[in-house]
Structures are given as C-alpha cells and as structure tokens.
C-alpha cells in the first residue's frame, strides 16, 4: 500500500516550453501533497505544499508563477514548469500523506527534467 | 525554524559488518522523526520512523534510537549486504507540518 506514482519520470525539453509533472497516489487519498526539487548529491528542498482544492504554500524563493501546482482532486496534484530554463533542470520529486492524521510522507519516484 | 543535522555524510562498511548514522535536531517541539533510503535515480522510501513518545524501534535489521533529552537520532543497519548500498535522509517534523531533512549519508557496502 501507500504507493505514489510520477509521470513522466524523464523529460527533456527545448528552453522556453512548459512541462507538466503529474503525481498521483494510487491506493490512498492524498490530503496533502509536497512538491521537492533535488540537485545531484544534495537533500531535498521542499518547493511547496498543496492540500487538495485549495491554492498552494509556497517556500521562500520558489516563485509561484514560475511553478505551478494544481491539486485538484485526493489522488492527483500536477506541477508545471513555465517557461522552462535550463536552470531549472533538476530531479523533481513528489510525496503525499494521508488523511488519518499520520504525519508519514510517501514519496513518489521523481521526475528528471533536462532543459536544453 | 528547525534545523537537522547527520553525520557521516559518506560511509563504507564492509559486508556483515554494522552501519551506524547519526542526526540531531533543533526544535524540541518536533516529535516525528522518518527515515528515507534513496537509490539512484529513484524516490526516497520510508524504511523506518519513530515517534517521539518510544526511544527505540526495531524493524529486522534496521533500528532507530531517539534520545529527546540530547535532541539525536540515530539509525542502525546490522549484518549490511551490498543492496543496502544506497543513500540515506534522516528527517525530523512536527505533527502535520513540514519535514526539515538531514544532508544525506552516502552508505557503501563492500562485498
């Protein structure tokens, strides 16, 4: 149980289009979803936090319209990446916890996004 | 805010040989502390957490030890075999809100 899925797990794209990353959870209702970014041998850095039907908490210095995030329904939160840079090329990972109160985080398996 | 530490941040063990990470934390307040494996190119995964009310858990081979007083945790891999080779994340959060993560250790079994 507790599975969570990403889509896609590798994207690469020409600077300046947008890329959606899809993370849903699959035999559980996500309450909340957290969004990281994670450079190469680094911790992660949580990017924002989304709780289902309502706007997004974003961390200090991730722009909001920059990235995206879409929580819309228990099992599905989408991030997007306007504009994409080449800066922003970095592994993006998602996690989710449940309702029942639990404080444990599910991660998904991350997203690669290369920007040319 | 909170603010976690670990330590090593790289460590080689032989085969069968005993892995010992430490991470201490800031905010006494926090009361949930996971711990996350990471294997290259993948997503973390919880292989073990504890809450602040017990000192120990134990999971076969893995165990967590907490000490509230000294504000450290420490995660124990005993009889190591190399698919244990991965990264490990210690984190530390308060009931329903945020995790703050460690660095990261770098864990190497030797065949």
């Known amino acids: 149980g507790a599975v969570v899925s990403q889509h896609p797990s590798r994207v690469i794209c020409k600077s300046g289009t947008s890329v959606k990353i899809e993370c849903r959870s699959l035999d559980f209702q996500a309450t909340t979803m957290f969004w990281y970014r994670q450079f190469p041998k680094q911790s992660l850095m949580l990017m924002a936090t989304s709780n289902e039907g309502s706007k997004a908490t974003y961390e200090q210095g991730v722009e909001k319209d920059k990235f995206l995030i879409n929580h819309a329904s228990l099992t599905l939160s989408t991030l997007t990446v306007a504009s994409a840079h080449p800066e922003d090329s970095s592994f993006y990972i998602c996690s989710a916890r449940d309702g029942t109160g639990k404080e444990t985080q599910y991660f998904g398996p991350g997203t690669r996004l290369l920007v040319l | 805010g909170e603010n976690v530490e670990q330590h090593p941040s790289t460590l080689s063990v032989q085969e069968g040989d005993s892995a010992v990470i430490k991470c201490t934390y800031s905010d006494s307040a926090s009361n949930y502390f996971p711990w996350y494996k990471q294997e290259l190119g993948k997503g973390p995964q919880l292989i073990i957490d504890i809450r602040s009310n017990v000192g120990e858990k134990k999971d076969q081979r893995i165990a967590v030890t907490l000490n509230k007083t000294a504000k450290h945790f420490s995660l124990h891999i005993t009889e190591t075999q190399p698919e244990d080779s991965a990264v490990y994340f210690c984190?530390?959060?308060?009931?329903?809100?945020?995790?703050?993560f460690g660095t990261g250790t770098s864990l190497t079994v030797i065949p």
């Open positions: 984190a530390a959060s308060t009931t329903g809100n945020q995790f703050y």
